[in-house]
């Protein structure tokens, strides 16, 4: 009798999240038009419903959040100008340096603190007063949940402090929302509360909410009609896009709410691992659906290499880290087989 194999468990990103049945279904029937010349209905309801969500004037349609942040960021900055991130931010870590290649912006990092926040004090010191000499300070950008910091979820009294810092001093806050939706959701706050300050907002709909393509940007009516030019000249202008706007209007309606289920899912697995010997991690800094953890005896590749052979797949992040992501594909059950896998695998290493 041939085995049959147990189903991947693939914690290596919220990304890989495929559409539901009922995004299909509104794919398909979904009302088309050009949206380039902005007569698709379904992007319009999209924008529309996101702009409401994220609680700005307008919000745009975008094939994703790299082309989002890019996007928002030249909205705001002219060439030469600066830009306020930590070193640690999507944008400045994994998005090309786009800013500064296309667009001419210069980037001024501080040190991200463990919980994806910048020291304020830090970013006001580093606001350019009028000098020759320096560019002018024109943009913070916030993460929010940070990526690169574990996921964790930046409140909403720092980010009315960020908003109030940036606009008193004539800059403007663009928050990388990729995963706003965690965020809100873990906070229990809505989304527009925690973005009331900021200027704009990049928020992704492929990652945890399911849908198979796209973000959306908001801001103003200024700023989103400087955000539809760029995408435009950028090559985001998309035709009958609403066959995956469609899919969007779905995430939003149906899919924000069960990412309590992936947060603790993650809350679940951290404590596991971090009851092993030799994994390191905090469990309380497990905030949403992120779990970085490091290991003491066995190096990241060799672990994930053997955790993939036993079906369970996550990311190594460089020699002795990794993450591991949960999200609509991973249930409860895959988190404790995940954890009893490594454990053995641990074991085996040791042996
Ligand atoms: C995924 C992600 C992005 C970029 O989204 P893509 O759709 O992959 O381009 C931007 N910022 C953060 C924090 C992300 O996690």
New binding site residues.
């Given amino acids: 009798m041939t085995e049959v194999p147990e189903p991947v468990v693939d914690l290596r ?1 919220d ?1 890989l999240t495929r559409p539901t049945d009922g995004m299909r279904e509104a794919m398909a029937r979904a009302e088309v038009g050009d949206d380039v010349y902005g007569e698709d209905p379904t992007v319009n309801a999209l924008e529309a419903l996101a702009a409401e969500r994220l609680g700005k004037a307008s919000a745009l349609f975008v ?7 890019l996007i928002s960021v030249l909205a705001h900055c002219g060439r030469g100008d600066e830009m306020i991130l930590g070193a640690d ?3 400045f870590y ?2 090309q340096g786009g800013a500064a290649g296309f667009g001419g912006v210069h980037p001024r990092t501080l040190a991200n603190r463990a919980d994806g926040t910048l020291d304020l004090a830090e970013v006001e010191a580093a606001i350019r007063v009028d000098n020759d000499h320096y560019p002018v300070s024109r943009l913070i950008a916030l ?1 929010n ?3 690169r910091c574990g996921g964790r979820v930046l409140g909403v009294d720092y980010m009315d402090a960020a908003a109030e810092l940036a606009h008193s001093r004539g800059l403007r806050l663009h928050v ?4 706003i939706w965690n965020a809100a959701v873990a906070l229990g706050v809505s989304p527009a509360r925690l973005l009331a300050g900021a200027d704009s907002v ?1 928020a ?1 709909l ?2 945890g909410l399911s849908a198979p393509v ?2 959306v940007v908001a801001g103003d009516r200024d700023f989103v009609r400087r955000a539809r030019r760029l995408r435009k000249a950028l090559g985001g202008g998309m035709r009958q896009a609403g066959v995956i706007a469609a899919a969007g209007i779905v995430a939003l309606e149906e899919m924000v709410d069960r990412l309590a289920e992936d947060h603790t899912n993650a809350r679940r697995l951290a404590e596991g691992l971090a009851a092993l010997d030799g994994v390191y991690l905090s469990p309380t800094a497990v905030e949403t659906n992120l779990v970085y953890f490091d290991l003491a005896e066995v190096d990241a590749p060799t672990l994930c290499d053997a955790l993939a052979a036993r079906g369970i797949l996550m990311s190594p992040t460089g020699t002795t880290g990794i993450r591991a992501v949960t999200h609509r594909h991973v249930s409860a059950a895959d988190v404790e087989r995940t954890l009893a896998a490594v454990a053995e695998t641990l074991r085996a290493a040791a042996a």
Avoid: F, L, Q, V
């Fill in positions: 990103s990304t094939p994703s959040g790299t082309m989002g942040n931010a999507h944008i994994y998005e993460e949940t940070h990526n990388d929302g990729a995963r990049s992704c492929s990652k796209g973000s």
